[in-house]
């Protein structure tokens, strides 16, 4: 997820790009640069790797000026953060920034070298930057080679696009990836997120996927990517200046929270084939002949990433037929572990610096193991180290408290076990294309249980004075259990535990009160019923039942204080759903004591330390 910024108008952009990319540096902070149309007609670069400091260091040492220019922060998805790999990325006379991920990137790039053009960097926006300079060369101008090139390619964008040839206009687009345009008195601004532009204009144009803005002196024109006008309306935004920096919302962690259905449908881009049934992941170095030589899994995480790894026990196991462990990595990494031939070994880690986790991973790979990690930063230690690397495309998560890189990495391991189970030949095609199918439909599930987080909000406040939650879920939804007393407790700091709920009668039911809301997991899947039966005890013991269900029939709701719906899906799919009222639950929680949301005490968002 990276930041975007452009600019046109009377004044020097230099500036005003620089400000502009602090505001988005949230989005991505591997590295920075801008390109900016001096006097003399040229249009010249400066990007460098690491945070936008660094870029304000080269910009003051080789000064740059000019009243048209554009600008970006990256957050790696293709391509490790390097000076090469930052945007802008020019070809000839053009140069482009862009935000998203071209599925269709390396056919595209086959085509383009064997047309004789080269490439200095290993990213997908350096493809699209050839695809519209290809456009101009056969003669069409800027917007139209923009909207041809466009057409050319599969999956996520918003960009913005200058040229030599024609000075007086920056072009972007948008496709999956936000993208704004900023109406001021006498300029005109491209930005990812609304931040950006505040100091400048409070009317902002919010484009829609598929739409092209033309930015010049003259004003700001939209269109469709054929080229036909479309009329837009501004908004006035009267955000204050904190909620700015978090896109409207009070916190990272609740727009993080609602970016979900985003991310997890990005992390699905491009590496399924429903017609075909298939998985493929680029960078999974297993082929079909390694799949089949692999005996047993070993997982290995801390804290949510842990619980991902439990519940992607459930699917490895039910879909490849193979036995898994999961282990807590400052346990795995001090206990000897048999590490058997044939086992391939997952770390998951969101920042990929877990101290733990990389020991773990290394502990692994020396007694022998083959060793995949699930990440979210590109280039971060755990990606350099392993044999191979998924990443998921989750974007830089702020908030201390893991949700939206949780369900990327469930979105992530999902593939995963479908992909083993593929090659194992447990999984027929049929059976995968209708898991692959109920698994691209979670991202609209998604949006409809995120819908009712006004719901959640006013349970909050009634449960916001409890001392200790109880958490309960069988089976694939036990590890959701978990995750969700753990959000609770990092972040509102209330004690709260998971547990199995068949654990109930074997210590916990001594909790219950009717101080004690107890939280209870319950999908119509194959343990539904004595999940009721779990309800049952909890309630003739005064405890107070917030039930999580997919179908909230009559005998849920005659025994639960409060029922949270979620929207149904394949039984195996609803910890992903499942998850997203506790984190909602946990966030209103927090916010109602007061807690510091994003950066709760004594917890810091990567524990590189042991
Ligand atoms: C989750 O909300 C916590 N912030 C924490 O448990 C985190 O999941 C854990 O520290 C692992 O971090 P990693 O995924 O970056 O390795």
Redesign the pocket.
């Known amino acids: 997820m990276c930041g975007i910024v452009g600019y046109i108008g009377p004044g020097d952009s230099v500036p005003i790009l620089l400000d502009g990319l602090k505001r988005l540096e949230y989005r991505g902070y591997d590295s920075a640069g801008l390109a900016v149309l001096n006097g003399t007609g040229r249009i010249e670069l400066r990007r460098s790797t690491g945070k936008l400091a660094n870029l304000e260091k080269v910009v003051s040492q080789e000064p740059l000026q000019g009243s048209t220019g554009i600008g970006h922060t990256r957050w790696a998805t293709h391509g490790p953060p390097s000076e090469a790999n930052a945007h802008p990325h020019r070809v000839g006379g053009l140069v482009l920034v862009h935000n998203g991920i071209i599925e269709n990137h390396m056919e595209l790039k086959k085509e383009l070298l064997g047309e004789g053009r080269s490439f200095s960097s290993e990213t997908d926006t350096e493809v699209l930057c050839h695809l519209i300079d290809r456009q101009s060369k056969r003669g069409l101008a800027l917007p139209e080679a923009v909207r041809a090139a466009l057409a050319e390619v599969r999956g996520t964008y918003a960009i913005g696009v200058m040229s030599e040839s024609e000075p007086g206009l920056v072009v972007g687009a948008r496709n999956g990836s936000p993208l704004i345009v900023g109406l001021g008195a006498d300029a005109s601004f491209l930005a990812s997120d609304v931040p950006a532009v505040l100091p400048y204009t409070r009317d902002v144009i919010f484009l829609d996927d598929g739409e092209v803005a033309i930015l010049s002196a003259s004003g700001v024109e939209v269109t469709g990517l054929e080229g036909e006008r479309r009329p837009k309306t501004s908004t006035r935004i009267d955000w204050n200046p904190v909620m700015a920096e978090r896109g409207g919302y009070k916190h990272f962690m609740l727009k993080e929270i609602h970016e979900q259905p985003r991310s997890f449908s990005d992390t699905l881009l491009g590496r399924y084939s429903l017609e075909r049934g298939e998985v493929e992941i680029e960078g999974f170095m297993l082929d079909e002949g390694a799949v089949g030589d692999i005996e047993q899994v070993v997982i290995v995480?801390?804290?949510?990433?842990?619980?991902a790894g439990l519940i992607a026990r459930y699917w490895i196991e039910s879909l490849a037929r193979l036995p898994v462990t999961v282990d807590i990595?400052s346990e795995f990494r001090y206990r000897d572990p048999l590490v058997p031939p044939g086992t391939l070994f997952v770390?998951?880690?969101?920042?990929?610096?877990?101290a733990d986790?990389l020991a773990a991973q290394r502990e692994a790979r020396r007694r022998g193991a083959k060793t995949v990690t699930i990440?979210?930063?590109v280039g971060s230690t755990?990606t350099r180290e392993a044999d191979a690397v998924i990443y998921t495309h989750a974007g830089p998560e702020i908030?201390?408290?893991?949700?939206k890189?949780?369900t990327s990495?469930l979105a992530a391991l999902f593939l995963l076990a479908v992909r083993l189970a593929r090659g194992r030949g447990t999984l027929t095609n049929d059976a995968a294309r209708c898991l692959l199918e109920d698994l691209i439909r979670i991202p609209l599930r998604m949006e409809e249980a995120l819908a009712r987080a006004g719901e959640i909000a006013a349970l909050a406040r009634r449960l916001a004075g409890a001392r200790d939650f109880l958490y309960l879920g069988r089976g694939i939804n036990f590890p959701v259990a978990l995750?969700g007393a753990?959000?609770l407790k990092?972040?509102s700091y209330i004690h709260a535990e998971g547990y199995p709920a068949g654990e109930l009668k074997h210590g916990p039911i001594a909790l219950i009160d009717e101080q004690v809301p107890v939280v209870v997991l319950a999908p119509h899947d194959a343990v539904y019923e004595k999940v009721l039966s779990n309800l049952e005890e909890v309630r003739a013991r005064g405890g107070r039942i917030i039930a999580v269900t997919d179908r909230a029939d009559e005998s849920v709701r005659a025994r639960a204080e409060a029922v949270l719906d979620v929207p149904a899906t394949h039984p195996l799919l609803t910890p992903i759903l499942f998850a997203l009222p506790l984190q909602l639950l946990a966030y209103y929680v927090s916010d109602l004591k007061g807690c510091d949301v994003d950066q709760p005490r004594n917890?810091?968002?990567?524990?590189t330390v042991e």
Request: net charge negative.
């Open positions: 995480a801390c804290g949510t990433s842990w619980h990595a770390s998951i880690t969101q920042s990929g610096e877990t986790t990440c979210n930063v755990a908030g201390v408290a893991s949700t890189a949780f990495q995750e753990l959000k990092e972040i917890l810091a968002k990567s524990v």
